[in-house]
C-alpha cells in the first residue's frame, strides 16, 4: 500500500583469485507476465476494506487480457532463460554493435550520451500487446504512470527514433489511432491501457486543435521515411476525414485555418487565440505532405487543393505573424483578441517535422533563422535551459501568479522541446547554437541525477525522445519515398556519421576526395541519393558499391553537389560499402 516504497535486491558470486586471474560471471534476470489485462469495468469495481492496515482498495474485475507480445515466442519463464543463455553471444554482439556504431560518430560524447539516453524509455515506457500492438506511456513514475499510451502530441517530438529504429512498431501505433478515429474525423489524445479502449474520443482531453494535424504529420511521415506504399494505401482515407474535421470543425472564421479559442493545445496551459504560429506551422506541414501523398495515391484534385490551402496558410502565417524577427504566438486578426507578440520555442514546430520528412522549406528561409536567433536570445536562459515562451522584454514573465493557471508552462522548460529546438537549430547550421542547448539539457540532469529519467508529466518522459534528431540533424540527414539526403553539417574535412534508416544502420564516412557509407546491420534500400554540401565533386564522379561501379538513370554534379536517380530500386546488405568517388 505504500506506492513510494522501492524495493532492492542483489546477487553475487563469490570466488578467490589468484595474482593475474580473471574471472566473469553471467546474470539473466528474467521475467515473464503472460496475464497483461488492459481495460477494466468500473461498474464491477467494489470498495473492500483491508481489515490489517484499515485502508480501503478498489477491486476492479479485469474485462481483456492484452498480454505481451513475447508470450508469442516463449510460454514459460524457462523458455526465456533457456534463451538468453544459448542466444547470449548474439544478442551481446548485437547490443554492443549498435552502441559502438554509434558511438563511432565524431560528436561530442554528451551529444551521443544524451541521444542514448532516451533509448531508456524507450525500453521502460513502451508495451507490445500479444497481438502486435505498440503503445509507449507519456509519463512514469515509480508509483503511477502519467497520462495515456501514445499521446499524439507528445508522439510528434518522440517518434522520429520509432520510424527510424523499428517502423513497425510506430506505423501500429498510428493504426490504433486510426482504428478509433471518430466518423467526422476526430482522434484520440491518447491510446488506454487496452489500445482498443476507446477512452470517449480523446481521453478526457477535448477542444484540442492540435491532435488531428499531429496525427496527419506522423502518419505522412512515416510513410515518405518507409516508402510503405501499402501502409499509406491502408491510412489515406483516415488523413482525408481528418482534413476534411479541421475543414469543417475547427475553421471558425472561414480562412481554412484552424483556430484557436484559449487554452485548446499541447501547450495546456497558457491561451492562444486565432491565427496560432504552433498550429499553423503543423497544418501547413500536414497539407504540404498531404498534397505530394494524394499525388501518389493518383488523386490530382485533392493533390492541387492541398497545395492551395498550404501556399494559402504560408501568406498568412507571413502577413499575419510575422513581426520582423518572429512569428507571434498568435492573431486573432477575424476576431477581438488581437495579437499575442509572445515568442514561442515551438513556433516553427511544422518545420521541424517538414526537415525531418525531407519535404523542404514552408516558410522564407531568412525568417525561419531569424525566429531561431530570436528564441535563442529571449529564452536561453544561463546557458541553462530553454523556456517555452518569452515575450518581448526577457525579464517579464507570462503572470501565472496572477492567473488562474495550475502549472507554469510558459516560463519553464520541456527537455523534449529543448532537445527538437537544438536538432532544428542545427539542421539550419547553427551548430555551436544548438550545442549549447543540449549541454545546458545534459549538465542540469546529470547534476540532478535524473539522467535516465527525464522530467515533465511525470518522469521518463515521451517527449524528450525527440533527441534522435539531434543525430538526423548533424547529418542533415532525411528520407522521402526512397530519396535518401544529407547536407552534414560537421564543418571538417574528415568525420564519421552513425545513422539509421527503417531498413538498416549505417556509418556516413566523409575523407578528401570520397563519401563512403558502410552498411552495418539490415538492408539499405534506395533509388536516389543526393549529398550536399560535402566536398568537391566533378563530372567524373561515380557511385561504387563494394568498388562496383553502379550506373545510376541520372547523375548530377556541381561543385559540392552529388546526386544520383535510379530506375529501380538499390538494395546493399550489411557488411558493403556505398562510395561515391
Known amino acids: ?34 496475464n497483461q489485462y488492459g481495460s477494466v469495468s468500473n461498474k464491477s469495481a467494489k470498495t473492500l476494506k483491508n481489515r490489517e492496515n484499515n485502508r480501503y482498495i478498489i477491486d476492479q474485475k479485469k474485462t481483456k487480457k492484452t498480454g505481451h507480445f513475447y508470450s508469442n515466442s516463449f510460454p514459460t519463464i524457462k523458455s526465456v532463460a533457456s534463451y538468453f543463455v544459448s542466444e547470449q553471444k548474439k544478442l551481446s554482439t548485437q547490443s554492443h554493435q549498435f552502441v559502438s556504431n554509434m558511438y563511432a560518430s565524431d560528436l561530442d560524447q554528451f551529444v551521443l550520451d544524451q541521444i542514448n539516453s532516451h533509448l531508456n524509455t524507450f525500453i521502460t515506457s513502451s508495451t507490445l500487446t500479444q497481438s502486435g500492438q505498440f503503445g509507449i506511456r507519456e509519463g512514469l513514475t515509480s508509483s ?136 499553423q506551422s503543423q497544418w501547413i506541414v500536414a497539407l504540404n505532405m498531404a498534397s505530394v501523398v494524394a499525388g501518389d495515391m493518383g488523386d490530382k484534385i485533392l493533390a492541387k487543393k492541398y497545395k492551395q490551402i498550404a501556399q494559402k496558410g504560408s501568406k498568412l502565417m507571413e502577413e499575419k505573424l510575422w513581426n520582423g524577427e518572429y512569428y507571434n504566438l498568435s492573431n486573432d486578426y477575424l476576431g477581438e483578441k488581437g495579437v499575442d507578440n509572445g515568442c514561442l520555442t515551438d513556433q516553427l514546430i511544422g518545420q521541424w517535422v517538414s526537415h525531418n520528412a525531407g519535404m523542404g522549406y514552408l516558410f522564407k528561409k531568412g525568417n525561419v533563422q531569424s525566429s531561431l536567433k530570436s528564441i535563442l536570445t529571449k529564452s536561453f536562459m544561463d546557458n541553462s535551459f530553454l523556456r517555452n515562451c518569452s515575450w518581448p522584454v526577457t525579464a517579464i514573465l507570462f503572470p501565472i501568479h496572477t492567473s488562474n493557471l495550475w502549472v507554469d508552462q510558459a516560463n519553464t522548460p520541456w527537455t523534449g522541446v529543448e532537445l527538437a529546438f537544438a536538432s532544428f537549430l542545427i539542421y539550419e547550421g547553427m551548430v555551436d547554437e544548438g550545442l549549447k542547448v543540449i549541454k545546458g539539457v545534459d549538465d542540469r540532469y546529470r547534476k540532478a541525477g535524473l539522467y535516465f529519467d527525464h522530467q515533465e508529466f511525470g518522469g521518463h518522459y515521451f517527449r524528450p525522445m525527440s533527441a534522435w534528431s539531434i543525430m538526423n540533424a548533424f547529418l542533415g540527414f ?104
Open 1 to 34: 500500500f505504500d506506492n513510494d516504497q522501492r524495493c532492492f535486491s542483489s546477487i553475487a558470486v563469490s570466488k578467490t583469485l589468484e595474482i593475474n586471474e580473471e574471472f566473469s560471471s553471467t546474470f539473466f534476470v528474467n521475467w515473464y507476465f503472460p
Open 144 to 279: 503511477q504512470s502519467w497520462g495515456p499510451n501514445s499521446t499524439l502530441d507528445v508522439a510528434l517530438y518522440g517518434s522520429p527514433m520509432i520510424i527510424a529504429l523499428f517502423p513497425e512498431l510506430q506505423k501500429s501505433m498510428m493504426r490504433t489511432h486510426a482504428k478509433l478515429q471518430t466518423n467526422d474525423g476526430e482522434v484520440n489524445h491518447g491510446l488506454g491501457y487496452d489500445l482498443d479502449y476507446n477512452q470517449n474520443g480523446t481521453w478526457g482531453v477535448y477542444e484540442r486543435v492540435d491532435l488531428v494535424p499531429n496525427y496527419i504529420q506522423m502518419v505522412l511521415r512515416d510513410y515518405l521515411w518507409t516508402n510503405d506504399k501499402q501502409y499509406i494505401k491502408e491510412m489515406w482515407p483516415s488523413v482525408v476525414k481528418g482534413i476534411n474535421y479541421i475543414l469543417t470543425k475547427r475553421d471558425t472564421n472561414g480562412d481554412q485555418m484552424p483556430d484557436m479559442h484559449g487554452i485548446m493545445c499541447s501547450y495546456d496551459n497558457f491561451p492562444m487565440h486565432g491565427l496560432a504560429s504552433y498550429i
Open 478 to 581: 532525411s528520407a522521402n519515398r526512397g530519396q535518401l539526403n544529407f547536407n552534414p553539417k560537421l564543418k571538417k574535412d574528415n568525420f564519421t556519421l552513425f545513422f539509421a534508416t527503417p531498413d538498416a544502420t549505417a556509418l556516413y564516412i566523409k575523407c578528401a576526395n570520397s563519401v563512403k557509407i558502410e552498411v552495418k546491420t539490415g538492408t539499405l534500400k534506395f533509388n536516389s541519393l543526393k549529398i550536399e554540401n560535402t566536398t568537391n565533386f566533378t563530372a567524373q564522379a561515380s557511385l561504387y558499391v563494394d568498388n562496383k561501379t553502379i550506373k545510376p538513370s541520372l547523375k548530377k554534379c556541381e561543385k559540392s553537389n552529388f546526386s544520383v536517380l535510379f530506375s529501380s530500386e538499390i538494395q546493399v546488405k550489411a557488411g558493403s560499402v556505398i562510395e561515391i568517388k
